[in-house]
């Protein structure tokens, strides 16, 4: 009963366009400025089908990533539809008492700031930025790291505006994947192209210093966009800070597509709308709009790309597919093993905790959704990210969290991009050996934070298999020298002492962690 909370919502809200005030039905044609005096953000408990049907009357706004009935469901009132919902026996809160109030101050806060100049690292960061704005400091960055970073147009959105993005990656060529972390579907989400921009800035201003950054930009190509629906994000700065969808004219004064239901997979099914007003309105058909069309073009043009990431806000959780079905996919373990490492990663930074899980459980399910096309069309492990918060503020974060969000996001970028990684293989190395003197085994390539086995043996090759690692050693007879755990680049070493009256033989030495071994070094002790 549950899992179908959002598709009966969408169905009851056919009609609920003439139920919103007249300030924001305007606002949809651009004429006038949306404004939403003394509209509420309140959190209701959903016992019933009856309960949604009486809120689905009220608005057709739902504010919640993650619902069910029988659970907490956030929705944007009108102070008529507040006056109603106290009338009636729901158990609520309210979240948000004014929204205006937090529209304001953020457009004070935004007037106020430093919004011209060259601003650069951490401080770029510490305000929202336009789709102008975003645009400038994609062409700063490549002009700042030209051996690394460059601009690329993936199309036009409905109404003109270019969808860009940057591509990073060492020099060198090679097998490399690529990594593709997109934002913005969703116009309101302003925390969410802030984000993925940090991600390009960090990966770019700490290449010359920091080595894992250095080992995976040689082994991956990152493909940042930040604003897939440049048309509604402009529109969020320009006219209406709440507007979610893109800017089709649907006819018959209803604007806009909810661009993250118009990719084929699922398509049409639970968790979206055929009404033209929904917020979940999933277009005409498949691919009506040109913002779909062109990243489904741009995905496809790059078949290396194995990793996905599409950043959403809010709510603070990591899904992975299915979103049109409540079937397992084929690689469920996979995608609940990493959505656990990147839950572990996030918590770790600033300890905020992101559910995780399958898209059609977790929250509710959704049909024609981004990672669900990139997994069973272009065969990417395909995630969503709701970032921040989970309701105190709702889409109108405050600035002070952007840098914060950022952040915790870090090592799970990263940590994604590892698990597509071409593996360079694991190589040993061996300082020569001398009786009674240290000598230092290295190993580099190996996976990153993970513990590596140095072992050794006296009698020569063959083959043993070791089953707590799953590897099949190529020494005879091998020995344990010792262990260490790999840092984040894969660097790992040991320091072994030999014997002071070790016998002046050839020994042979190889390192290995669960399921990949090294090379063999064979060396001589000397005396």
Known sequence: ???????????????????????????QDGTAQARFDQHRVVRVRIESANDLKLMAGLTSDMWSENYGIGGPVDFRLS???????????????????????LIDAEQAHLRESNQGGIIAGDEWFTDF??????????????????????????????????????????????DKAGVLYNSNQHAREWITPMVTMYIADRLLRE??????????????????????????YVYSWTRNRMWRKNRRNNGGGSYGV??????SVGWGGEGSSGNRDSEIYRGP????????QVMRDFI?????????????????????????????????????????ELQSLIRGVHNKRYDQGQTYWSIYPASGVMPDWTYGEAGALGYTIELRDTGQYGFLLPANQILPNAEEIWPAALAFAWEVAPDVGMTLEIDPLFRGQQAEMRVSGA??????????????????????????????????????????????????????????ILVWAQAAHYQRTSNVVATQINN
Not at 79 to 101: C, G, H, M, R
Not at 462 to 470: C, E, F, I, R
Not at 484 to 494: F, L, R
């Open 1 to 27: 009963m549950n899992r179908r909370i959002l598709n009966v919502f969408g169905a009851m809200c056919i009609g609920t366009a003439a139920l919103m005030t007249s300030a924001i039905a305007l606002a």
């Open 79 to 101: 102070p008529e539809a507040f006056e109603t919902l106290k009338t009636t026996s729901l158990d609520y809160e309210v979240l948000i008492s004014n929204l205006q109030d």
């Open 129 to 174: 930025k336009s789709y102008d704005q975003i645009s400038q400091q994609v062409n700063t960055l490549v002009a700042d790291y030209p051996d690394l970073a460059s601009r690329f147009s993936i199309g036009q959105s409905l109404e003109g505006r270019e969808i860009f993005g940057l591509k990073i990656t060492a020099p060198g060529g090679g």
């Open 207 to 232: 290449y010359a210093t920091n080595q894992e950054v250095q080992d995976l930009l040689s082994r991956c190509e990152f493909f940042i966009v930040p604003t897939v629906n440049p048309d509604g």
């Open 258 to 263: 909810d661009l993250n239901r118009n990719w």
């Open 285 to 292: 058909s498949a691919f009506s709009e040109p913002e779909t």
């Open 300 to 340: 496809l043009a790059n078949p290396h790309i194995a990793a996905h990431v599409d950043f959403h806000s809010y709510s603070q959780l990591i899904l992975w597919p299915w979103g049109y079905t409540g079937s397992a996919p084929p690689d469920a373990s996979t995608f609940d093993r990493i959505g656990r």
């Open 447 to 504: 996976a990153p934070s993970t513990m590596v086995y140095f072992t050794y043996s006296l009698a020569g090759m063959g083959n043993t298999y070791v089953p707590v690692l799953d590897v099949t050693l190529d020494l005879m007879l091998p020995k344990l020298a010792g262990s260490d755990e790999s840092d984040g680049s894969g660097n790992a070493a040991y320091m072994a002492t030999v014997p002071a009256n070790a016998p002046l």
